[in-house]
């Protein structure tokens, strides 16, 4: 049973000594009433000491060590002050209510901790009492304290997400996969529009961006003369055999008359069409560049698009790199897997990675073996791109040659490299550079460095010299254990000689 309670507060921390409490009733409704009653509480615990936070950066620092089982300086201080006088007979037991804390104060301090129910349901009487038991506090105070380290503890935890490079990720590929289908609805919807005026311009100019151009730079048909060919040939892609055409399909249209007031209406929808259109561009050059930082190894491999889209469906890199190949190979066909078994039917060979260029290339006979090694490198891809702490796209493309020479190998029977020895390849490849740049580095050394080394090099050598003289003098005296020895040496000459001098006395007498 826990003698004293530590209760961590918003405010700082607070040591109370249990004076009595109920073991065996403890969960009748008069004992638990008791918690409720401030009076009847205050016989049960004492406030012994409170160690206030000097600041909110110094409360939200304990938090979060509190928070990690991390026992610091400021608890340590406090727990040592009150607890050092303890004896065999009367050694305190401190309540606390974590138990990863009291495991941490129980190393360090030696005190023994007690995280069961008594004592949380000593905390619990303790926060509901807190604005009276803690001294020179107001309930204003203590709500105050709580609202402000609630608000940085969780602002905090906000800004240590280690997955919040993949949300951008995520965030962008679904931004991307709905601004294609609204380009394409909202290009679809110009040259029907459009086409009532101009009908064969939708078969001269086939891609809707250039369409949309097109039709907002042409507007009325009857405008578009000789002067325009230029302007128009550069919306064309620099193409002015297909701007001569536009222009004698305009001369000869078989399309209505229309309104100023229609035209403009068709020339702001074109407009917009035209800025979403470019902002998709500019939306996949960042998706490009977020994926080469964050999964470098990943996107040279599948491509930023697909590796984004494993990324999402997967929750994060990290998600993903926790996923077996088999699992990478089938995501995003769950509903098709789901029925398969249902059904006791044939499972799906692949998912997202369908979309990728090497099942494509592959032929029907291989599709399933080209997506299972595919599945296989994007698990190791991820794997590395997630855990390596400075990801690099050397790996992604020794992944890539050997996706190539699976496939070569599909078609030819030429032997495919081991894994093994292109990922060494990788390594050796980077510790050369890694060599390189130390060298550099040392060519750029200041001269203060040199005089340091040259130093260092004569020390050296003076301290080699010292040894030799050492064992050179070592060698010339005897040492005094060689000397024992010969003592020893010649003592048992002598005795041999006086034996061999006592057998010929014996033989002539």
Not at 221 to 242: C, F, G, N, S, Y
Not at 278 to 304: C, F, H, Q, W
Not at 416 to 445: F, H, R
Request: proline residues 3%.
């Amino acid at each position: 049973m826990a003698t004293h309670v530590l209760f961590e507060a918003a405010s700082g921390y607070a040591l109370f000594e249990v004076k009595q409490h109920e073991e065996i009733g403890a969960k009748t409704k008069a004992v638990q009433d008791s918690l409720q009653d401030l009076h009847k509480f205050g016989k049960i615990v004492s406030l012994v000491s409170f160690s206030p936070f000097k600041s909110a950066a110094h409360a939200l620092e304990n938090a979060n060590d509190v928070s990690e089982g991390v026992l610091n300086d400021h608890l340590k201080s406090l727990i040592e002050l009150n607890l050092s006088k303890a004896t065999k007979k009367s050694a305190p037991v401190l309540g606390v209510s974590d138990k990863i804390l009291g495991t941490a104060v129980n190393d360090a301090l030696g005190v023994k901790c007690d995280a069961s129910e008594r004592s949380l349901e000593l905390i619990r009487g303790i926060r509901l009492h807190a604005a009276k038991l803690l001294k020179g506090l107001e309930e204003d105070d203590v709500v105050k304290a709580q609202l402000g380290l609630g608000h940085s503890y969780s602002r905090a935890k906000v800004k240590f997400n280690v997955n919040r490079t993949d949300n951008m990720i995520i965030q962008a590929i679904a931004l991307l996969d709905t601004l294609d289908k609204d380009v394409n609805t909202f290009a679809m919807r110009v040259r029907e529009w459009y086409g009532y005026h101009f009908p064969e311009l939708a078969r001269l100019v086939q891609d809707n961006h250039q369409y949309a151009r097109a039709a907002k730079f042409i507007g009325d048909k009857e405008t578009l003369d000789e002067d325009k060919l230029p302007a128009l040939a550069e919306i064309l892609a620099d193409d002015e055999t297909a701007a001569r055409n536009v222009l004698d399909a305009a001369r000869g249209s078989m399309g209505t008359a229309i309104s100023e007031l229609d035209m403009l209406n068709i020339a702001a929808f074109a407009d917009r069409v035209v800025s979403l259109a470019e902002y998709r561009k500019s939306l996949t050059n960042y998706l490009t560049d977020k994926m080469n930082v964050v999964a470098p190894s990943l996107t040279s491999l599948i491509g930023e698009r697909i590796g984004a889209r494993l990324i999402s469906h997967a929750g994060s890199l990290t998600n993903l790199s926790k996923y077996p190949a088999s699992t990478i190979q089938i995501l995003g066909a769950e509903k098709a897997l789901f029925r398969a078994l249902k059904t006791k039917g044939k499972t799906p060979k692949y998912g997202l990675i369908y979309h990728s260029t090497y099942i494509g290339r592959a032929g029907p006979k291989f599709k399933g073996r080209i997506s299972r090694f595919l599945a296989n490198k994007c698990s190791i891809a991820s794997r590395i791109d997630c855990f390596s702490d400075n990801p690099t796209a050397k790996f992604g493309d020794a992944l890539r040659q050997q996706v190539e020479e699976r496939l070569t190998f599909f078609e030819t029977g030429a032997p495919p490299s081991k894994n093994a020895d292109a990922m060494q390849k990788v390594i050796d490849s980077l510790d050369a550079d890694e060599g390189s740049d130390d060298d550099a580095m040392d060519e750029d050394a200041s001269p203060k460095k040199e005089k340091k080394e040259k130093k260092d090099k004569s020390e050296k050598k003076d301290k080699k010299k010292r040894k030799s003289e050492a064992m050179e003098v070592d060698e010339d005296e005897p040492s005094p254990k060689k000397a024992k020895k010969d003592k020893k040496e010649k003592k048992d000459k002598e005795e041999k000689k006086e034996k061999k001098k006592k057998e010929k006395k014996s033989k002539e007498d």
